[in-house]
């Protein structure tokens, strides 16, 4: 099964403890089959926004919503289970000090 994991900031990151490497994790898990495909986002000033709205184009430059928190970046994992994709967030750095969000993903 294919989860799409999106890698976000956290306001409240946990500081304390030394997060893991993302390379080491990058290449644990490119190795082992689980990341299917993966890389970080650039700043969310540089998205561009896209609605149409009664037949009109509309186009806003930056991100749709105003909050602190953003996604830097995403994952494709395949995985047996939910259990598995849980375990392989659990070791990614951005555990550690942001969030990740795990979703089935019915793409190829």
């Known amino acids: 099964m294919k989860y799409m994991m ?16 993302i390379f080491e994790w990058v290449a644990e898990n490119d ?7 993966g890389n970080q986002l650039v700043s969310p000033e540089a998205a561009t926004t896209v609605r149409v709205r009664g037949g009109e184009l509309l186009l806003t430059d930056g991100p749709f919503a105003e909050t602190k928190e953003v996604i830097v970046g995403f994952d494709i994992l395949e995985c047996a289970d939910l259990d598995e994709a849980i375990e392989v967030a659990r070791r ?17």
């Open 6 to 21: 999106f890698v976000c900031t956290d306001t409240e990151p946990e500081t304390e403890l030394e997060a893991p490497d």
């Open 31 to 37: 190795a082992n089959g689980r990341r299917v495909l």
């Open 92 to 108: 990614h750095p951005m555990a550690w000090s942001g969030r990740l969000e795990l979703r089935p993903y019915h793409g190829e």
